[in-house]
């Protein structure tokens, strides 16, 4: 019976994708993830601390239970290599992608699984631009949100980003 399941499942998504209709991802659990300025790799952790711990190199040391959401802006960004927070949900919730660079400038696509799902962001001094299309292509709509970052990005960029960039 599992199998049959599997199998009816499979081609549904088969038939969505073939349709060109989009399948939103959404985690049932929060995954906080980091990148960088053109890195493919993602690293994804359980916790948002685990994550700001190798994303900051060490300098951010919180409890598993224990959110950027305990930190000032100051404590986040002054001294560490960390950019950006972009969130899955409105009010800096949800799963979390840290973008980190030793410098303000750079860009990456939106890794698998964060494509078209970004409502708010909290940023460092530098900024971070989402854009709606891939490549940073501002044919599209695209936000700079400035320091320290906006709680909910709007409605025409809400779910919309494919790319970012550092200023």
Not at 113 to 131: H, K, P
Request: hydrophobic share 40%; charged share 10%.
């Amino acid at each position: 019976m599992k199998r049959v399941i599997t199998i009816v499942a499979g081609l549904l998504l088969l038939g969505a994708l073939a349709n060109n209709e989009s399948i939103p991802v959404r985690a049932s659990t929060p995954e906080h993830c980091i990148t960088a300025p053109a890195h493919l790799a993602v690293q994804c952790f359980a916790t948002q601390a685990a994550a700001l711990r190798v994303a900051s190199g060490g300098r951010i040391q919180l409890a598993a239970t224990q959110t950027a959401n305990d930190l000032t802006n100051a404590q986040l960004f002054g001294g560490t290599s960390i950019q950006a927070i972009l969130y899955q949900d409105e009010n800096y919730s949800g799963s979390s992608l840290t973008i980190y660079s030793s410098t303000c400038s750079g860009w990456n696509n939106m890794p698998a699984g964060w494509n078209d799902v970004v409502s708010s962001a909290r940023t460092s001094t530098c900024g971070v631009t989402l854009y709606e299309l891939y490549n940073c292509n501002s044919g599209g709509m695209h936000l700079a949100v400035s320091p320290p970052g906006t709680p909910n990005v709007g409605p025409a960029m809400n779910d919309q980003a494919s790319s970012w960039s550092l200023p």
